[in-house]
């Protein structure tokens, strides 16, 4: 079995595929670099393929548009970053289930690295051929979908919270 395959073996969107699958899945994973800086993604730009983390950390950051003028007096926006992701993690999936979906974050190469990409085209092909595996594959990102959501959400709620609180303080005069 070869380094890729058991490389595979450890990605949580992958757990539910066999040994066959994992190899079949391995030979239409393109292997890229990544530098320390460098935007791996977008967000706003359309997508059509999902990333997996082999070597290295790369950070998620979203734009926060507040208004012209309230962070900076050209842009009006700021970059949050959500979280930081390390090896055998998957991100892009969203552009990958939903094909040339846009990209809703920036992810950006906080160290050198490497990631392995597959192509929305290149998985079709492979689930006509290996309908279980994708199925198993469609499955596990969902779940990891929604275990995003679901933080997300609970994020949501604690701004939420904070800036009601923060709106309802009487003002000194």
Do not use: W
């Amino acid at each position: 079995m070869n380094e890729r395959v058991e490389f595979l073996k450890k990605v949580p969107a992958f757990k539910g595929v066999g040994d066959e699958g994992l190899a079949r899945l391995a030979a239409i994973c393109k292997t890229a670099a990544m530098k320390a800086g460098d935007a791996i993604i977008r967000e706003g730009e359309e997508g059509d393929c999902v990333y997996i983390i082999e070597e290295g950390q790369v950070e998620v950051s979203m734009a926060i548009t507040m208004g012209a003028g309230l962070f900076d007096e050209d842009k009006g926006a700021m970059d949050k970053v959500l979280v930081k992701l390390g090896p055998g993690t998957m991100f892009g999936e969203m552009a990958f289930i939903f094909d040339h979906d846009l990209r809703s974050a920036t992810i950006t190469a906080l160290t050198d690295g490497k990631v392995l990409s597959i192509t929305s085209a290149d998985f079709k092909r492979f689930a006509e051929d290996d309908v279980k595996s994708a199925y198993r594959i469609v499955l596990d990102i969902a779940q990891i979908i929604a275990t995003r959501l679901r933080k997300t959400n609970q994020d949501v709620r604690k701004l939420t919270t904070v800036l009601t609180i923060a709106l309802r303080k009487p003002r000194n005069k």
